[in-house]
């Protein structure tokens, strides 16, 4: 019989829980996980506890009662300047420039990724080296010529002014992101299109564009977190009522006034780190399917 | 049939074009007229520029001089979607987020054909290539067959005059190609369109072409009938190109009528020469495989050889023997039933009027 012959291994090779292997890889992961989510936890305890219980020094302790006062008044109550309407009015203010930035970056750089790699014109390589340029060059070092251009157009301290600077530093970045997801798209779909009568916006919106999802997807998470974490412009190119949450956040911090209410600034600090971390979670699964989109050809 | 005036006999012609990129010339003062109707192959090896061609008279290439004439027209300037063409490439190169019927509707919607005139069309295409029942369907759900006629059946639904053809059966496997080859074949008996097709595949250009132009370094080479290509190649590159098992060379010395390699004498009698007197000369030789005989035949051919076999190859339906013809080896095509072996003596047979002789120097055709 076959299993008389059979004796010694056989089948699949029996693995081995706790090899060395497993306890260096999930050690290593435990320990860079411990690293990154123990401020997070000190930061959400501390924001549901009140003030006497932050002083008894407790700080990696859970709250003994959850209040949350702390969170109400960072939202719409803390004093920033002159005004103490807390931190909504930055948010709102992030938002009035998020949307315009996000939006205008990426369509703009989604047109010039799609020309660069489709519609090739005499120097347009030397363009889009021009333009990666861009990316590795200090923002410091522009920061008071923008200052100048924005006042000669009459833009400075208003939104307007602040959502171009944002859009202008976003094109770099993002049209090396759309370029490389289009040189991707086989070569021959274009001449197909081509041939079929379709001309440049044609082939953008009805081939192009709708290929092209994952890349959009990676381009709104890249921009979402960058210029809503952005404080260096959003400083110098508002005025305090228009000042986005960042700048406000910091304000609310930094107060050298009165008591340090930490339980406040957690609040704040938190409220205002959300809306990235919203953005990530709703779309993180398309977000790594669009890198690896980005990367890999065919 | 009588011709209009300005109106051309032919279908597509080309012009002393030439294109370069940059400082690489790729195609060079290339003329080329093709016939109505005619199913034309560019053949050659990878580099060769018919791809290159092909995609000059689709235009899809900014061509840097020349002229391109379609239906009598002069289309260089023209757009791709203005020239009377439709084009099926290697990659199938379906648009993937439409359905089959959006793929085969999508270039008469951007002609902005009335809707009825789409849906004739639509449906006269998938009817010829019975690709009915994949309408609704997205290409990734179809297998490379399926996916290649709806890229034909794109080109077809745009009811255009000319074909190009990029290399359309190189993805597809072995014998899948063969089947698509032959409804290719049949598709042309049908349309009747002129069609210009490049491949790499001397077996595809031989089955399908009323003509191949053979192709190397932007420069066509012959340009015939498979019959003329295959039996009077016009040089060695052509000779060497098509066929397979390729053909033996021989070199040696061409001298009143004969042609002598080593010791060995060979009277070139019943040879068509392509001029009428030939001056001696270094030359060469070429003898297809499948035109050596063996056995009885051998009696009947004007040239017989001993030769040691060396090796054998069966392949089926026929062996392939290399064998040794004084210090050359010479490759045999034999029937697959013959019976031999390694070490043997055989008596082959070699008839000069199917050999092609050519020029060393010049490796032109004698």
Not at chain 1, 22 to 45: D, H
Not at chain 2, 329 to 355: H, K, N
Request: aromatic letters at 10%; one cysteine or more.
């Amino acid at each position: 019989m076959a299993d008389i012959a059979m004796t010694g291994p056989r089948g699949p090779k029996p693995k081995k829980r706790f090899s060395r292997t497993n306890i260096f890889l999930y050690g290593t992961l435990i320990m860079i996980s411990m690293y990154y989510l123990l401020p997070l936890y000190v930061m959400i305890v501390t924001s549901l506890k009140g003030m006497p219980e932050i002083r008894l020094g407790n700080v990696f302790g859970p709250p003994l009662e959850i209040t949350y006062e702390p969170w109400v008044k960072a939202w719409s109550e803390a004093c920033t300047g002159v005004n103490c309407d807390g931190l909504s009015r930055g948010f709102w203010n992030s938002v009035n420039i998020l949307i315009p930035s996000v939006v205008l970056s990426i369509a703009i750089a989604s047109v010039n990724g799609y020309a660069l790699s489709n519609w090739k014109f005499k120097g347009s390589e030397v363009f889009f080296t021009i333009l990666i340029l861009g990316a590795f060059i200090p923002y410091q070092t522009m920061i008071y010529p923008i200052v100048i251009m924005l006042r000669e157009i009459g833009l400075m301290g208003d939104l307007g002014g602040l959502v171009l600077v944002h859009s202008v530093f976003g094109m770099p970045i993002l049209t090396l992101l759309f370029r490389n997801y289009f040189t991707s798209v086989p070569e021959e779909l274009f001449k197909a299109a081509r041939v079929d009568g379709a001309g440049f916006w044609r082939i953008y919106f009805q081939i192009m564009l709708p290929m092209a999802l994952p890349i959009f997807v990676v381009a709104v998470i890249l921009q979402v977190t960058g210029i809503w974490n952005d404080f260096l412009f959003g400083v110098i190119y508002t005025k305090p009522a228009t000042y986005p949450m960042t700048v406000q956040l910091n304000n609310i911090v930094n107060s050298v006034q009165g008591v340090k209410e930490y339980n406040v600034n957690m609040a704040a600090t938190l409220l205002t780190g959300l809306v990235p971390l919203v953005i990530y979670f709703l779309s993180g699964k398309l977000f790594v399917r669009g890198i690896a989109a980005g990367a890999v050809k065919g | 049939m009588s011709l209009e005036l300005g109106k051309s006999a032919y279908s597509v012609e080309i012009k002393q074009l030439d294109l370069a990129f940059g400082a690489v010339k790729v195609l060079q003062g290339l003329d080329l007229n093709i016939n109505e109707g005619e199913f034309l192959v560019l053949l050659g090896s990878s580099g060769c520029g018919k791809s290159t061609l092909l995609n000059c008279i689709a235009g899809l290439l900014e061509i840097t001089d020349g002229q391109i004439w379609i239906k009598g027209q002069n289309v260089t300037w023209a757009e791709p979607s203005e020239r009377g063409i439709g084009m099926v490439f290697q990659s199938y190169a379906l648009y993937p987020q439409m359905t089959v019927k959006g793929n085969l509707s999508f270039g008469l919607k951007n002609a902005k054909l009335p809707k009825d005139e789409i849906e004739k069309r639509v449906a006269r295409a998938a009817e010829i290539l019975q690709i009915e029942p994949l309408l609704n369907r997205k290409p990734g759900a179809l297998s490379g067959g399926q996916r290649q006629r709806v890229a034909i059946g794109r080109a077809l639904v745009r009811d255009v005059d000319v074909f190009l053809f990029d290399e359309p059966l190189s993805n597809l496997d072995a014998k899948l190609r063969v089947d698509l080859r032959v409804e290719l074949k049949r598709l042309h008996n049908q349309l009747q369109n002129t069609m210009i097709y490049v491949t790499h595949d001397q077996v595809e250009a031989m089955t399908l072409a009323d003509r191949i132009a053979v192709m190397k370094g932007g420069a066509i080479m012959q340009l015939g009938t498979p019959d003329e290509i295959y039996n009077k190649p016009r040089n060695l590159y052509v000779a060497d190109f098509i066929g397979s098992p390729s053909m033996n060379f021989l070199e040696g010395h061409f001298e009143d009528g004969r042609f002598t390699v080593d010791d060995m004498v060979m009277p070139m009698t019943g040879y068509d020469f392509a001029a009428p007197q030939t001056a001696n000369r270094p030359a060469v030789i070429g003898i297809r495989p499948e035109h050596v005989v063996t056995g009885e035949l051998v009696r009947n051919t004007p040239l017989r050889y001993k030769v040691d076999v060396d090796l054998v190859e069966p392949m089926g339906s026929d062996t392939l023997v290399y064998a040794k013809l004084g210090r050359h080896i010479f490759r045999i095509r034999m029937d697959g039933q013959a019976v031999v072996q390694a070490g043997e003596t055989i008596e082959i047979g070699v008839d000069p009027s199917r050999a092609s002789l050519f020029d060393k120097a010049t490796e032109d055709r004698l």
